[in-house]
């Protein structure tokens, strides 16, 4: 996967927006971080993600999820973009987003996919 396709998949979805966050490519709803790119330009800061489930994502798919000190008492993880795929990070996207959107764009997006 690249950001890229990960912009595809988030930019479908009411009140998400282009941005940037530490001088890097974010998406945003509602001016809040949906996702941006790492430095690295192939890791994705996901947040939202507590500490519990981010352990199991790692210890599951240490070559896809990780995360750095820096991170480490946040609830975020870390993706490896190269190593992904849609079917592990659209959940987690989808997911996100769905709290930080508001609660009417969630319905109608829901009413429109069932």
Do not use: C, N
Not at 10 to 30: H, M, Q
Not at 41 to 49: A, H, K, Q, R, Y
Not at 94 to 103: E, Q
Request: zero cysteines; a positive charge.
């Amino acid at each position: 996967m690249t950001f890229d396709d990960i912009r595809h998949i988030a930019l479908a979805w009411p009140e998400v927006e282009d941005g940037s966050s530490y001088g890097t490519p974010a998406l945003k709803v509602r001016k809040k971080m949906l996702v941006r790119l790492k430095e690295d330009g192939d890791s994705l800061v996901m947040p939202g993600v507590p500490p519990d489930e981010r352990d199991m994502l790692v210890e599951s798919q240490p070559k896809v999820f990780y995360f750095t000190d820096h991170y480490r008492d946040y609830p975020m993880v870390l993706i490896r973009l190269s190593k992904a795929r849609r079917s592990t990070v659209e959940p987690l996207l989808r997911r996100h987003w769905r709290t930080l959107a508001s609660k009417q764009a969630v319905r109608d997006y829901d009413a429109t996919v069932a």
